[in-house]
């Protein structure tokens, strides 16, 4: 149990005090149980105390299996049905808390569960696991809930996390080959730095004849690489690192989401599945009745894209101040021309969520189809890298051999 220090109000006044409890959802109900409406819920500091005076952490809880994207495709699906049948929310996800297969699964739902029957929202409670549900999964329900139409939003979400489950398994196919080449030929690049040429340059230098260009690169390489080997990969390690740690904060994460839109390749498949999930969630809200304002400002949200998430905030300013969408999306320079079309004609006819809805469609048939090509486009460019590269090597390593036996022949 912990200790958690609480402010109310009651028809008597503020009150203020400590509790001991599993958690704030649970300390949530005992108050409201008192006739307490809890204001602030925090743990109290001897809980930091205690930690260091039980030094250990929860072993069974680590070891428990990770939250997988099939555990909330299933979850999702199962709340759909539910809801749509008539089942009450908490009684719905009582039920998939007992049939739940993954530990950690049941024990987020408990915890979600707890947290809804204390009076806090489902997409709040939803927020306190962001390693179970992201910030995207968090805004449409928040849609959900300002609609009452919590049961199509699960039913989006399902499609939405079934999609990404496609699209990471396309992915994983189009680079398994590239890969397996690249580790194969880094593989030999090492041996051969390490090994081979070591052994040919002592022959050659006891020729002393001058070497050629190629053959000159190689042996300079290799002598780097035997040096300075283990520095270049501590210095590789630490910039991996800091490169992760920057792209955590907000200036990092969004420089890095820009870089990604304009990427070679992989760019426009990233721009064309942030593309669609914008024109998904701006459909469903508008659909769901949601002002064009607000909607932007929740579509900001579940773009999953920071650059993209700042340009749709600037639409919604825009928006705001009496611009009309086709301009403000102009405007941010992010939109490419189809869906700029697809919002003109929205505005003159007053159907932009089914201009929407066209968007989405498109760009996801794109992006299935992209995905299914990607290795055919990464291929050409791998065949020119290995041929360079096998080039260097062979000419780096038989002209001095060609040039020695034929000396060796004159004389």
């Known amino acids: 149990m912990n200790l958690f220090a609480y402010t109310g109000r009651t028809s008597e006044g503020a009150v203020s005090g400590t509790l001991e409890g599993a958690t704030s959802s649970v300390i949530a109900d005992m108050l409201l149980s008192r006739g307490v409406t809890p204001l602030t819920i925090k743990p109290s500091a001897s809980n930091a105390v205690a930690a260091v005076a039980r030094p250990g952490f929860d072993l069974q809880r680590w070891m428990e299996p990770k939250i997988l994207p099939v555990d909330k495709m299933l979850f999702s699906r199962q709340l759909h049905t539910l809801l749509k049948s008539g089942v009450p929310i908490l009684r719905a996800l009582a039920g998939l808390q007992e049939s739940a297969v993954n530990p950690r699964m049941k024990r987020t739902l408990g915890e979600v569960r707890q947290s809804l029957g204390s009076g806090i929202e489902l997409s709040t409670s939803f927020a306190q696991h962001p390693t179970v549900f992201n910030g995207f999964y968090v805004a449409l329900v928040r849609v959900g ?4 139409r919590l049961e199509e939003v699960f039913m989006r979400l399902f499609h939405h996390l079934e999609f990404e489950q496609f699209m990471g398994q396309q992915v994983k196919s189009a680079l398994r ?5 690249m580790i194969a030929m880094f593989g030999a690049v090492m041996v051969i730095n390490l090994m081979v040429i070591p052994a040919f340059a002592t022959v050659f230098k006891s020729f002393g004849a001058e070497l050629p260009l190629a053959t000159r690169i190689l042996v300079a390489t290799s002598e780097f690489t035997i040096a300075y080997g283990w520095m270049t990969l501590i210095v590789l390690v630490g910039t991996a690192f800091g490169l992760r740690r920057w792209v955590n904060t907000p200036a990092g994460r969004l ?26 969630s701006f459909a469903l809200s508008l659909k769901s009745g949601v002002p064009v304002e607000q909607a932007l400002s ?4 579940t773009v999953d894209n920071a650059h993209m998430a700042a340009k749709v905030d600037g639409m919604r300013t825009s928006v705001e101040r009496g611009e009309t969408i086709l301009r403000s999306a102009v405007a941010s320079s992010v939109f490419t021309p189809i869906v700029l079309q697809m919002i003109a004609v ?16 498109l760009y996801t048939n794109d992006v299935q189809y992209d995905l299914k090509t990607l290795a055919q486009q990464i291929e050409p460019v791998l065949i020119i890298f290995l041929g360079v590269l096998v080039l260097v090597l062979a000419m780096g390593v038989f002209l001095p051999v060609w040039d020695l036996g034929r000396v060796a022949f004159k004389h």
Do not use: C, H, N
């Open 145 to 148: 809930e300002m609609t009452g």
């Open 255 to 280: 420089s890095w989401d820009r870089w990604k839109l304009r990427a070679p390749v992989a760019g426009k498949i990233i721009l064309k599945a942030t593309l669609a999930r914008f024109a998904r």
């Open 298 to 301: 929740v579509v900001a949200q």
């Open 346 to 361: 929205g505005e003159e006819t007053g159907a932009i969520d089914e201009m929407m809805d066209e968007v989405a469609e």
């Open 177 to 181: 080959y590239p890969m397996f080449v």
